[in-house]
């Protein structure tokens, strides 16, 4: 007799649909490539390693209260790609070697880990369909299959940059905490080089501070020649 009443199934059918869109790989890849770019500009425009190497407060110079700050800060410039050696230095000079280096090292760990669950989170889901080339895949499955083994590697070498290796560990099917403690024990020489030149700046003919360096130079000169052989082993293949 009448007819009956429409139903809100257009409305809910669109809601599913525009949740869909939203929650969709790519549209979560956008939002990191958005929140990377918003956090870079941030860094740029204010400089936080100026502040911390020259302007840290001075009512925070010292003591667990200021470590701890400078370890959240450090860990949220890595992520915004502040190079992590003038961090470093930074950690050194204003802390001395012990205090630095768990303060650097603590900002490492926290750094890494906040980038590798964006990139998992946001980022995978997306980027493993492009893993279509030998190489890439030949990468994702070490990290896949050997993750502690192959991060521990890469930390070791200085010549890898830093949030390149979060994010392909991201991408990979690596766990988290085999990816957070191979970053924690891999960071530990050359973090402990940099914080040690740190905190000897004043003194740059002392032996600390001369070993220091000689470990910088040796470890650079190191990894450039490795990513030489194997371009050039690339290369004749």
């Given at each position: 007799?009448?007819?009956?009443?429409?139903?809100?199934?257009?409305?809910?059918?669109?809601?599913?649909?525009?949740?869909?869109?939203?929650?969709?790989?790519?549209?979560?890849?956008?939002?990191?490539?958005?929140?990377?770019?918003?956090?870079?500009?941030?860094?740029?425009?204010?400089?936080?390693?100026?502040?911390?190497?020259?302007?840290?407060?001075?009512?925070?110079?010292?003591?667990?209260?200021?470590?701890?700050?400078?370890?959240?800060?450090?860990?949220?410039?890595?992520?915004?790609?502040?190079?992590?050696?003038?961090?470093?230095?930074?950690?050194?000079?204003?802390?001395?070697?012990?205090?630095?280096?768990?303060?650097?090292?603590?900002?490492?760990?926290?750094?890494?880990?906040?980038?590798?669950?964006?990139g998992r989170v946001l980022g995978q889901d997306a980027l493993r369909t492009l893993l279509r080339g030998r190489w890439l895949r030949a990468a994702d499955g070490q990290l896949s299959r050997h993750g502690f083994r192959s991060m521990l590697a890469l930390r070791l070498f200085p010549g890898v940059p830093f949030a390149a290796a979060n994010y392909?560990?991201?991408?990979?099917?690596?766990?988290?905490?085999?990816?957070?403690?191979?970053?924690?024990?891999?960071?530990?020489?050359?973090?402990?080089?940099?914080?040690?030149?740190?905190?000897?700046?004043?003194?740059?003919?002392?032996?600390?501070?001369?070993?220091?360096?000689?470990?910088?130079?040796?470890?650079?000169?190191?990894?450039?020649?490795?990513?030489?052989?194997?371009?050039?082993?690339?290369?004749?293949?």
């Amino acid at each position: 007799m009448f007819d009956p009443a429409p139903t809100a199934r257009p409305a809910t059918g669109l809601a599913v649909r525009c949740t869909r869109v939203l929650l969709s790989p790519w549209s979560r890849f956008s939002l990191l490539v958005v929140v990377l770019l918003a956090a870079a500009v941030a860094m740029l425009l204010l400089e936080p390693q100026r502040l911390l190497a020259t302007g840290w407060p001075a009512r925070l110079d010292g003591g667990v209260v200021a470590v701890l700050l400078f370890g959240v800060a450090y860990g949220v410039c890595t992520v915004a790609f502040v190079p992590r050696p003038l961090l470093n230095l930074a950690a050194g000079a204003l802390f001395g070697t012990q205090a630095g280096l768990a303060a650097a090292l603590a900002g490492t760990v926290l750094g890494a880990g906040i980038s590798f669950g964006l990139g998992r989170v946001l980022g995978q889901d997306a980027l493993r369909t492009l893993l279509r080339g030998r190489w890439l895949r030949a990468a994702d499955g070490q990290l896949s299959r050997h993750g502690f083994r192959s991060m521990l590697a890469l930390r070791l070498f200085p010549g890898v940059p830093f949030a390149a290796a979060n994010y392909c560990a991201a991408v990979s099917r690596m766990g988290y905490p085999p990816f957070l403690v191979a970053t924690g024990l891999g960071s530990i020489p050359n973090t402990a080089a940099y914080v040690v030149a740190g905190s000897e700046a004043t003194s740059p003919t002392s032996p600390a501070f001369l070993a220091a360096m000689g470990f910088i130079v040796l470890t650079g000169v190191g990894t450039a020649f490795v990513a030489w052989r194997k371009r050039h082993r690339l290369a004749s293949e």
